[in-house]
């Protein structure tokens, strides 16, 4: 069975920082583009990063690039997302996500799996 479980979230101060994890189950990370996508609420869905786990190739929205770096843990089934210099905006909640194959992109519709959503709450 597909599994992915996020955790990390939580309440931060403006220009503060978390780490978020995203642990996989029931598939093998080679194979697949993790995402990280985040829905503030009355916003649409938003894409902010994913990795190709197989070649490591990376890709950033321009609201996040330079602040969040998304790495993995091939051995622990585990990609993460860490959040510098956080702002109220980045407020949502975050979601992972896995799509079959390499370098997607940050369309949702690429994905096929998702977890159920860590919230984060950046106050100013």
């Known amino acids: 069975q597909v599994q992915l479980v996020e955790s990390g979230g939580g309440l931060v101060q403006s220009g503060g920082s978390l780490r978020l994890s995203c642990v996989v189950s029931?598939?093998?990370?080679?194979?697949?583009?993790i995402g990280w996508f985040r829905q503030a609420p009355g916003k649409e869905r938003e894409g902010i990063s994913c990795?190709?786990?197989?070649?490591?190739?990376?890709t950033y929205a321009d609201s996040v690039k330079g602040r969040f770096t998304v790495s993995r843990d091939n051995a622990k089934n585990t990609v993460y997302l860490q959040m510098l210099s956080l702002k109220p905006e980045d407020t949502a909640v975050y979601y992972c996500?896995?799509?079959?194959?390499?370098?997607?992109?940050?369309?949702?519709?690429?994905?096929?799996?998702w977890g159920q959503g860590t919230q984060v709450t950046v106050s100013s």
């Open positions: 996500a896995a799509g079959i194959g390499w370098d997607l992109s940050l369309a949702g519709n690429e994905y096929d799996y």
């Open positions: 029931g598939f093998t990370l080679d194979y697949y583009t």
């Open positions: 990795i190709s786990v197989g070649d490591g190739v990376t």
